[in-house]
């Protein structure tokens, strides 16, 4: 027994003297119980490859998990234009940007731009869609409040949506050089005339799905609390929230869906996206939008009213709630605890809030008093010129965006064998991200910016086993 517990003194001394050389004087952050289970108990998965945001909470009982599979099946299936023999699955368009949820959220995944080659875009965007709006917050008026690049047959599709990119170089304090890819929209082959001569656009990726019932079991409460934390700090940091209208409530709630939080609940969420992207109609939105000079559009035929009936899309709904979070990859390494502690030091903390305990959630009680990590405040910040849309969302405005959460963060390459990140996927990969940053996120890129290349690549490993 004597000689064992030297052995193991001997060991640990080698280690701690390894760390030493390693780090030198460099802390270490602290491993936190739970973290290595994001979606708490009730909704981590250990998948770590392909289908890792596709997996269902592993609390759900054993009708919730049967609903599951059917909502599954209605996400992931395309639908058809009308009249069909499938009924269950037509009334399709008229306009369109996708066939379905998932040809969006490919493997419940992030969303990313359209290649290209050569410097010249291959292809027309599918995960990536523009909104429109003219001043006053009303839609254009030609093409609506949504540019749909498809359209059923005998319907033409509202035109092509082309992007091109400017390289903006710069380089760390070290003096190692990057580069940023700046992303210009415009609207081509118009099928209906000019857009509106005020006409604003914002570029939308589909995010990944992951977790959402689990932010909004999040009260709100704590959202708000982020917000008094942020002023009392001083650091500059002005999260708030933006509150918007909720089809399903009736009622004016707290935003924390979408990229700039425009949206309150999941529900509201997946019925606003099958008729905005896909022309489904339901019960809360019974119009597709059609704009009165689009004729061939409001003389197409529908697949019914609504097309999608509520006990379907209530499984949709149930199913986008609870997609399990994938559990931390590697999160005690050392490399990892130091990536941590240089995250907290550059202050990426005050926004991205790393946990919450969530609250009663009625629509999914199995998700209620999780102790879940997903850092993120559900918060919209001003991000500066170099991320600013110019387009006002709700209380939003044109420089402000709801910081995202990270967990899966790292996994999106082996789900959706990319790395492009951001509402636009301009980033092409997570060092981007960072660094596109400004406005109250400008001093902390400011550190990132001044790291040694040890810590730059810690926070990178980090950032990757979220």
Known sequence: MIKISLRLALLSSALLASAAIAYGTSPLALFEEGEDRPGGVAATADDHGRNAFSLDAPALTEQQKTDFAVGNSFFKKPWVAAPSSTTARDGLGPHFVARSCGACHTEDGRGSPPNFTNGLQDEQPLSLLLRLSIPGNKPDPRYGGQFNNDAVEGVKPEGKVNITYREIAGQFADGEPYSLRAPTYTLGDLAYGKTHSKLMMSPRVAPQMI????????????????????????????????????????????????????????????????????????????????????????????????????????????????????????????????????????????????????????????????????????????????????????????????????????????????????????????????????????????????????????????????
């Open 211 to 466: 977790g959402l019932g689990l932010l909004e079991a999040i009260s709100e409460k704590d959202i708000l609390a982020n917000a008094a934390r942020q002023k009392a700090e001083g650091l500059g940091i002005k999260g708030k929230p933006n509150y918007v209208s909720d089809v399903y409530s009736g009622k004016t709630m707290l935003g924390r869906f979408g990229w700039k939080a425009n949206v309150a609940t999941v529900a509201h969420q997946s019925a606003g996206a099958f008729n905005g992207d896909i022309g489904i109609t339901s019960k809360h939105f019974p119009k597709e939008e059609c704009m009165p000079v689009q004729k061939d559009c409001l003389h197409a035929p529908n697949g019914g009213k609504p097309e999608i009936s509520e006990k379907i899309l209530d499984k949709v709904i149930l199913y986008s709630r609870t997609l399990a979070v994938p559990s931390r990859r590697d999160p005690q390494n050392p490399d990892v605890l130091r990536g941590k502690q240089v995250f907290k030091e550059s202050n990426c903390v005050s926004c991205h809030t790393a946990s919450y305990t969530t609250a009663h959630f009625k629509a999914v009680p199995v998700l209620s008093g999780q102790k879940i990590w997903p850092y993120t405040d559900l918060l919209i910040h001003d991000m500066g010129d170099g991320l600013a849309d110019g387009r006002p969302d709700g209380l939003a405005n044109g420089k402000q965006w709801k910081t995202p959460p990270l967990w899966g963060l790292g996994l999106v390459p082996a789900v959706n064998e990319h790395s492009q990140y951001l509402h636009d996927g301009r980033a092409r990969n997570l060092v981007e991200a960072v660094l596109w940053h400004g406005g109250e996120a400008e001093n902390a890129k400011q550190a990132v910016l001044k790291l040694s290349k040890a810590d730059r690549d810690m926070l990178l490993k980090f950032l990757q086993s979220l």
